[in-house]
């Protein structure tokens, strides 16, 4: 959590950080995180055909995957990483997926799409690579972490 936070600070991100115990489904956090303003995301981890290629989808957490329409969108047919290459590509955990695994993509691999849904929200909200806090920062700041971090991405 340490290093996404002295991410957005040396990027001079203002951002708010709210701490819970560990979730692991948006349910789970959505009591922690009643009432603030914001789109709340869910991101996902996905990996193509063969697990050649990564994808990391971020989506607001009251939409519902369809994987078989995004497969067709992105031209490879995809299914949920598994936990090691999770750790491996992100050095992340299942329940602890969010946009600042890509801070751990030491091969800069994974394609990044956004829900085209949340792209003109105000406040967009992640978790800081544990699971145990959620942040909340301006959305046009999560285009800075990608461009930052020299991620292209597409929205969806």
Not at 76 to 93: R, T
């Amino acid at each position: 959590m340490k290093e996404v936070l002295d991410f957005l600070d040396s990027l001079n991100i203002e951002y708010n950080i709210i701490n819970h115990p560990p979730i692991f489904t948006c349910d789970e956090g959505d009591k922690y995180v009643d009432g603030m303003e914001g789109v709340f995301t869910k991101s996902l981890f996905l990996a193509g055909k063969k697990d050649r290629n990564y994808y990391l989808f971020i989506m607001d957490e009251n939409r519902r995957l369809d994987i078989k329409a995004i497969s067709e969108v992105v031209g490879d047919k995809l299914h949920f990483a598994k936990e090691e290459d999770l750790s491996k590509k992100l050095g992340l955990y299942p329940g602890g997926v969010s946009l600042f695994g890509l801070l751990n993509n030491k091969e800069h691999d994974v394609k990044v799409y956004i829900d085209e849904n949340i792209k003109n929200e105000e406040i967009i909200t992640f978790h800081p690579n544990d699971n145990s806090a959620t942040l909340f920062f301006k959305i046009e700041d999560m285009y800075k972490v990608l461009k930052e971090l020299d991620y292209d991405y597409k929205f969806i």
